[in-house]
């Protein structure tokens, strides 16, 4: 048996009225050739046969759709409590870690402050121990007549001092409203001849904590107090 689909027609194996894929096309009517004698089909059936079985698309594979879901109310209020206990816990640590480093702070400063008074007279009282002022790392500095530094008024305030006694110190202003925080220190003068007094006010916990260091560079009725460094209770 033979077939003539054409140019580019199917192979004559596959002509075969009798084939299942192919018997529909043809139709119902036909039948198999008598023998010997060749049996032609139209090229266009052939075509629409032969593309059909070779060209079949191949399967799509899908992924499997992942199913999101969201918190349950049990799940949520159980990252919540957490995350309460967390902040209840940690907050109170960081606080108390932030008050000791300004602690720390204006210690420092208190120290840098009380040593440079010390080192002023102790360079008076090697001058001779006279004169109402004395030459300190090249800043003239005036002192009381005991040789504490002390400021003057109308002439050398606190923040003269803090300047002339310290090298490098933090920022200093006088104190002046609006009383706004911020780095450094507030200055107040009390500068009179029965009490001196330097009073420098810390500004970065200003308003919510009051921290200060003070100096008395002449205290008339209280003696003791001449030279002497105060400061708050941090």
């Given at each position: 048996?033979?077939?003539?689909?054409?140019?580019?027609?199917?192979?004559?194996?596959?002509?075969?009225?009798?084939?299942?894929?192919?018997?529909?096309?043809?139709?119902?009517?036909?039948?198999?050739?008598?023998?010997?004698?060749?049996?032609?089909?139209?090229?266009?059936?052939?075509?629409?046969?032969?593309?059909?079985?070779?060209?079949?698309?191949?399967?799509?594979?899908?992924?499997?759709?992942?199913?999101?879901?969201?918190?349950?109310?049990?799940?949520?209020?159980?990252?919540?409590?957490?995350?309460?206990?967390?902040?209840?816990?940690?907050?109170?640590?960081?606080?108390?870690?932030?008050?000791?480093?300004?602690?720390?702070?204006?210690?420092?400063?208190?120290?840098?402050?009380?040593?440079?008074?010390?080192?002023?007279?102790?360079?008076w009282l090697a001058d001779?121990?006279?004169?109402?002022?004395?030459?300190?790392?090249?800043?003239?500095?005036?002192?009381?007549?005991?040789?504490?530094?002390?400021?003057?008024?109308?002439?050398?305030?606190?923040?003269?001092?803090?300047?002339?006694?310290?090298?490098?110190?933090?920022?200093?202003?006088?104190?002046?409203?609006?009383?706004?925080?911020?780095?450094?220190?507030?200055?107040?003068?009390?500068?009179?001849?029965?009490?001196?007094?330097?009073?420098?006010?810390?500004?970065?916990?200003?308003?919510?904590?009051?921290?200060?260091?003070?100096?008395?560079?002449?205290?008339?009725?209280?003696?003791?107090?001449?030279?002497?460094?105060?400061?708050?209770?941090?």
């Amino acid at each position: 048996m033979t077939c003539r689909g054409g140019r580019g027609g199917p192979p004559p194996h596959r002509c075969d009225p009798a084939t299942p894929w192919l018997s529909a096309e043809i139709g119902a009517g036909d039948t198999r050739p008598e023998s010997g004698k060749t049996q032609e089909f139209p090229v266009d059936v052939v075509k629409k046969v032969v593309n059909r079985q070779t060209h079949k698309p191949l399967p799509v594979t899908q992924k499997p759709q992942r199913r999101t879901q969201g918190f349950t109310f049990v799940e949520l209020m159980a990252v919540i409590l957490i995350l309460s206990v967390l902040a209840a816990v940690m907050i109170p640590r960081f606080m108390d870690a932030t008050d000791e480093a300004h602690t720390s702070a204006i210690n420092g400063v208190n120290g840098g402050f009380s040593t440079a008074v010390a080192s002023a007279r102790a360079q008076w009282l090697a001058d001779g121990g006279a004169g109402s002022s004395v030459n300190f790392d090249g800043s003239n500095i005036p002192v009381s007549s005991l040789g504490w530094p002390t400021p003057v008024a109308g002439t050398t305030d606190c923040n003269d001092l803090w300047g002339g006694l310290m090298q490098n110190p933090p920022q200093v202003t006088t104190l002046a409203a609006p009383l706004v925080k911020g780095e450094g220190f507030w200055s107040f003068t009390v500068a009179n001849p029965g009490i001196s007094l330097c009073l420098y006010i810390y500004r970065p916990t200003y308003p919510e904590r009051l921290m200060w260091i003070g100096y008395y560079g002449r205290h008339a009725t209280l003696p003791q107090f001449n030279g002497r460094m105060i400061r708050s209770g941090f």
